[in-house]
């Protein structure tokens, strides 16, 4: 895809290609860092490591539906003398030999923060991302302060749903951050194996953080929340798993993106592949750099859009792209869309209460809403 340009500049970095490993176990030691490299990912981030190692629960991860998972992994069960010692070596090697930017996640207190991050930046460490997932909103913004005191490479906070209202708390930490990330994994949720009677993962009540598809519309609203309150780069992260989900978070106001449980469901080859589709998605749009699509809902939407109560639009069917499939009238709880078996669907505008839902479940993008009375 030549005629395309992925490659983002995000605080002083060139990332050849936007889609980059987000902390997890897929960028758990050096030789998985090494991997993300080799898998085409278009800059690099390592484990999030803290001044001890991680007490990790066993099991830590299952499965939930096809794409997601739930884990209870918190940070490296790998002790920051290893890291330094070894991990951080093979890492930045392997940033070298594939000439990318890297990015090493840290958390979580003051303390953690102010003696970790010097020793990060010394190393070589390019930029640091700090994670307020187990922190109250005080310290959220002392330890942002903390790290800001320590080193001079940019820093990024990465913002957790559960911590509260991510605009304000990207407003409280805009004076001491370069730039944000939205979000981590969700919850705490649970799942029941209904067989055993028992959670498939091995913390106290069972609980794990769900990540994947299922959180995308959570994170693509983040990172539209937090981009509104400030100019500094937001990284996006939750539920990509293919090309046509960067451009959904560019569009939002991401700058770059994250993967995390598509790496560890599919290997280190979909960064690669993610970042090859979206070079396609916009080479079939007419776009020649992925810098065009950014901000595109953003620019639009920041202040919000008109709220229309009334029903003044009805669902509206073209004939020449419906496939008489009747997706559309199962899903109709108005009685308002007819689709007998093998036959073009017709709406009955009396009944239709313009709720939308048909025009986003038919697959051959048949069916809009139009204003009623210019309905033809
Ligand atoms: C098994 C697992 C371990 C994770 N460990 C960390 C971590 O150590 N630090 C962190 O900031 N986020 C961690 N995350 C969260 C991911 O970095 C990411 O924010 C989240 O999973 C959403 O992205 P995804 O849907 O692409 O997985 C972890 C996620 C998973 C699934």
């Not at 987000?22 to 999030?48: E, F, I």
């Not at 007490?55 to 003398?81: C, I, T, Y």
């Not at 070596?89 to 070298?96: P, R, Y």
Request: net charge negative; charged share 20%.
């Amino acid at each position: 895809m030549e005629n395309v340009n992925l490659s983002v500049v995000v605080l002083n970095r060139t990332f050849p290609n936007p889609v980059i490993p987000a902390a997890g176990p897929n960028v758990g030691s050096g030789k998985m860092v090494q991997r993300a490299a080799q898998g085409g990912a278009g800059g690099l981030l390592t484990k999030t490591i803290s001044s001890v190692a991680a007490q990790v629960p066993h099991p830590n991860m299952a499965r939930f539906g096809k794409d997601n998972l739930l884990n209870s992994e918190l940070w490296s069960e790998l002790s920051p003398e290893t890291w330094f010692d070894q991990e951080y070596d093979i890492s930045l090697n392997a940033a070298h030999e594939y000439q990318l930017p890297i990015i090493a996640s840290v958390g979580y207190t003051t303390h953690d923060l102010a003696t970790l991050g010097p020793r990060l930046e010394q190393k070589g460490i390019n930029i640091i991302e700090f994670s307020i997932h187990y922190l109250d909103e005080k310290r959220i913004v002392e330890t942002a302060q903390a790290l800001r005191n320590a080193v001079s490479i940019p820093i990024v906070a990465k913002l957790s749903m559960h911590s509260g209202d991510l605009g304000e708390i990207a407003k409280l930490l805009d004076p001491y951050v370069d730039g944000f990330t939205c979000i981590n994994s969700f919850g705490p949720t649970l799942m029941i194996d209904i067989e055993r009677g028992t959670s498939p993962l091995g913390s106290q009540y069972g609980y794990g953080w769900l990540s994947g598809p299922s959180i995308k519309p959570l994170a693509i609203r983040s990172v539209f929340e937090v981009a509104r309150v400030t100019d500094k780069p937001v990284i996006g992260v939750g539920g990509i798993t293919c090309g046509e989900d960067v451009i959904e978070f560019f569009m939002a106001g991401a700058s770059l993106v994250e993967v995390c449980t598509a790496a560890i469901l599919k290997g280190p080859e979909v960064y690669g592949k993610i970042a090859v589709e979206t070079a396609q998605w916009l080479d079939a749009h007419g776009y020649h750099d992925i810098e065009e699509i950014k901000g595109l809902y953003l620019n639009k939407y920041r202040h919000g859009q008109t709220v229309v109560t009334s029903i003044n639009q009805t669902a509206w069917v073209d004939e020449l792209k419906c496939k008489a499939c009747s997706q559309c009238a199962k899903v109709c709880q108005f009685d308002a869309l007819q689709a007998p078996l093998k036959q073009i669907a017709s709406v009955n505008t009396e009944s239709c209460a313009a709720c939308g839902l048909c025009v986003s479940v038919c697959p051959f993008d048949a069916l809009e809403l139009r204003p009623l009375l210019h309905e033809d």
